[in-house]
């Protein structure tokens, strides 16, 4: 893992999106053979969890009976420089297609009824685990309805704009001025149900997560530069559970003590409890302690491998954690590298 130096560079043609890509996986230029590694299916559900989105669009169409065309779509959006994982999804799902989408953005699109049957499928028998799974059963609710062709009559529509209603950001307001009256159904009941698999959390942290290097200056220590290294995951508020999931299947959370949540005036207030911080429409899983990051983070990331451009970033924590671990960071040559490292992480790093 220490020896992955090169820069993660992809080049897109402007009509073919899978000749060679970069890969993070291998350190060499993937090809469509080299891309034919299926990822385990619940790092899928992972992933999707994080960046998935399962969609209905009702648009007007003159031409249809009805006057109203519907389309489900399964749709995984990313900058061009994780195409990588995009291929790899598409071939382990064995559906959809990957599009450009504006100059820096490509998805990943399963549209067609055969395909999106596949989806449903998948997601059926590897279940997805945040509050995102309110949003794909009432997706399910409108497929089967498409599925049976009730959609081509004027009370399957209704019963679409209902279901529509309480899924993801509702519905427009051009549907809502065709049907005024139209009464949202109410959303599937969300309770988590704990972390089945590792490899969700590889997906999902492919997706939410993030590793940084945190340098603080003498004048804020009071002393000595120090230098933290943090794994984190930032979520809305009502997947609160999945955080403190999280932290249980990493041995970071008691779950038999009390969580409080304080707010103030309305205003956010920052709780730190057990590497989680609260806020009033937010949590986030922080671990940055230098011994659980070495002797639990980085062992568990692996043995459950990132996928994708993020997988660089672990890769210099890891190299910037060495370094603290055998007090280097104490040095200035050795600070100088940790300095370097961060340089080219995250946003600084090139493609």
């Avoid at 297609?97 to 990943?108: C, D, E, L």
């Amino acid at each position: 893992l220490m020896g992955f130096e090169r820069n993660y560079q992809i080049k897109i043609p402007s009509k073919q999106l899978n000749k060679s890509f970069y890969s993070t996986l291998s350190g060499s230029v993937l090809t469509e053979d080299s891309c034919k590694l299926k990822l385990n299916p619940w790092f899928v559900t992972g992933f999707s969890d994080a960046e998935g989105c399962f969609s209905i669009s009702i648009r007007f169409d003159s031409k249809m009976k009805t006057k109203w065309r519907v389309s489900p779509v399964f749709i995984i959006k990313l900058h061009i420089k994780d195409i990588t994982i995009l291929e790899k999804i598409k071939y382990t799902l064995g559906v959809g297609k990957i599009r450009k989408y504006g100059p820096n953005s490509v998805q990943f699109v399963v549209e067609s009824i055969k395909d999106l049957q596949i989806i449903v499928d998948h997601f059926d028998k590897y279940q997805l685990i945040t509050a995102k799974v309110s949003d794909y059963l009432l997706f399910k609710q409108c497929f089967e309805i498409i599925k049976q062709g009730k959609h081509l009559t004027e009370e399957g529509i209704l019963e679409l704009v209902q279901i529509k209603s309480s899924l993801n950001w509702g519905i427009s307001g051009k549907l809502k001025d065709t049907f005024p009256n139209v009464e949202p159904i109410k959303r599937p009941e969300y309770k988590f149900k704990g972390i089945t698999d590792p490899n969700w959390i590889a997906g999902f942290t492919s997706g939410d997560g993030s590793f940084h290097i945190l340098i603080r200056k003498p004048e804020i220590t009071k002393g000595k530069v120090s230098v933290f290294l943090r794994y984190s995951i930032n979520l809305n508020i009502r997947d609160i559970e999945v955080i403190k999931g999280l932290l249980t299947y990493f041995k970071f959370y008691n779950t038999g003590e009390a969580l409080v949540i304080k707010t103030i005036d309305s205003v956010e207030t920052e709780q730190k409890y057990n590497n989680m911080y609260v806020l009033k429409t937010t949590v986030c899983l922080q671990i940055q302690k230098i011994s659980d990051i070495m002797n639990t983070i980085i062992p568990f990331f692996e043995k459950y491998p990132i996928v994708g451009i993020k997988y660089l970033d672990f890769i210099d924590l890891k190299k910037a954690a060495i370094i603290i671990n055998n007090k280097e960071h104490l040095t200035p040559d050795g600070l100088n590298k940790i300095l370097d490292i961060k340089s080219k992480m995250n946003q600084n790093r090139s493609w």
